[in-house]
């Protein structure tokens, strides 16, 4: 299980940001992570209290999907936290650990949720693909009655050595 001061809750202005621990001690070679229950519960507790308009933003190290890494890198309970995620509202889920930008889907309570994996900043990796990068994230707080609005751009090195962006969500 996770320490006691996660998941830790940030907010400014509208948005929310809420971050969990997925790290653990594994053995060599193993670099699996775990959120376990009472971190989930406590971080659907968490999103059952938030005012309906809060932007809403999760941040864990490991892709929270089941198959978002290979067996013995992934996160062991996504299923459960794929679950928890199904009776609750979240904008936007951000994920490390893989070191390369991806994009995938998590059904929410109210449609599909994006979660982002974030690419290094600092390495190039061949091996995944992986072109050194960053990504910026802009939230605009909705009207009334209007769904959040949550916006992705990566910027990713070029051939010639240039930032190019490129709109995610």
Known sequence: ESAPHFPYVRKRG???LI?????????????????????????????????????????LHHPPTV???????????????ENMLRSTHVDLII?????YQSLNWIEGQRG???VLGMM?????????????GWA????????????SRVGVVAHEWGADKSLKPRIII
Not at 23 to 30: K, N, Q
Not at 47 to 58: F, N, T, Y
Not at 95 to 99: F, K, R, S, T, V
Not at 120 to 132: A, D, K, L, R, Y
């Open 19 to 59: 971050g969990l621990n997925s790290a653990l001690p594994t053995p060599s070679f193993d670099a699996s992570g775990k959120l376990g229950a009472h971190q989930i519960e406590a971080a659907r507790h968490l999103l059952s209290i938030m005012p309906g308009d809060a932007i809403r933003i999760i941040t």
């Open 120 to 132: 290094s900043g600092s390495g190039f990796n061949p091996h995944f693909n992986g072109i050194p």
């Open 67 to 81: 198959g978002g890494t290979a067996k013995g890198r992934d996160l062991t309970d996504a299923a459960d936290f």
């Open 112 to 114: 599909k949720i994006p």
């Open 136 to 147: 910026m994230v802009t939230v605009s707080a909705p009207n009334s009655g209007q769904a």
């Open 95 to 99: 994920h490390g650990h893989n070191h």
């Open 14 to 16: 509208p948005l929310t």
